[in-house]
């Protein structure tokens, strides 16, 4: 299996969910699953960030001519249900489903088309970026989904291949162990990279189980129980997972000596 992961940038004014969160930088939104059939799209979403935040994201999620993840940037005509499952101050969890037209098209529909079933899809979104995590089978021929997603979004949005490599489970134990041994945030050469203020706040996040599923403290209360500003704590907690994950990526085999194997 691989891990590919990509990254799609809306200019201004093609996407209502990009618009409101580069407004609002201390707003993300986190997919919780993500389904695609020949036919439709279906997902659950959790979004976190401040109630004005959150409400405008309501309304971007119920604009009439928006559907999720349908990259035609004209009315497609698709049937649309939009529906909030939770809401909280500063977390909101949104279904949607929209029924596929003869127009329509998506990141995960394109992923089909070429890459077959039995894809696993995550994203996140923050500010204009929309960043796609999909782990799939190792021989599928990424470089014709890339370059078919390519023709679909146009030249309103931007697009970045980040990462593909070959997903390891020895890998993947030996850092769990790791983990587990030190009780928290690894104390080895990622863990060395962060300021100690980052490297404070991204031990507390995970000792009181903001990084859970379900969370059992979110950020409000975190940085109550920090004694700093909850946006204080939130550009920390982002500029530390930047960092690791840049690092991360440091050390693996970079994108061209992977693609050089397909």
């Not at 999909?134 to 390519?150: K, M, R, T, Y």
Request: hydrophobic letters at 40%; charged letters at 25%.
């Amino acid at each position: 299996m691989r891990e590919f992961v990509f990254a799609l940038e809306y200019e201004p004014g093609t996407n209502p969910v990009a618009d409101v969160l580069a407004d609002h930088p201390d707003a993300s939104v986190r997919s919780l699953s993500c389904h695609v059939s020949a036919d439709s799209l279906w997902r659950v979403d959790l979004a976190t960030g401040s109630e004005t935040a959150l409400a405008e994201l309501e309304a971007a999620y119920k604009t009439a001519d928006y559907f999720a993840d349908c990259l035609v940037k004209d009315d497609c005509g698709a049937d649309c249900e939009v529906q909030v499952l939770d809401r909280s101050s500063d977390t909101l969890v949104v279904y949607t489903y929209w029924d596929r037209t003869d127009v329509c098209t998506s990141v995960p529909h394109v992923a089909r088309e070429h890459l077959g079933d039995g894809m696993l899809f995550e994203t996140y979104r923050e500010g204009r970026r929309y960043r796609w995590r999909i782990v799939l089978a190792s021989d599928a021929p990424i470089h014709a989904f890339f370059d078919a997603l390519g023709e679909e979004v146009g030249e309103c949005t931007g697009m970045e291949m980040i990462r593909l490599t070959e997903l390891d489970p020895e890998h993947g134990g030996n850092g769990a162990a790791a983990g587990a041994e030190t009780g928290g945030v690894a104390n080895g050469s990622l863990a060395g990279a962060l300021p100690t203020e980052q490297r404070e706040a991204l031990q507390a996040a995970v000792d009181r189980g903001y990084y859970e599923t379900p969370r059992r403290i979110d950020l409000s209360e975190l940085a109550e129980e920090l004694d700093v500003p909850r946006s204080t704590l939130s550009y920390r907690l982002r500029r530390a997972e930047a960092t690791l994950a840049a690092t991360f990526v440091d050390e693996t085999e970079s994108i061209e000596q992977l693609a050089a194997g397909l």
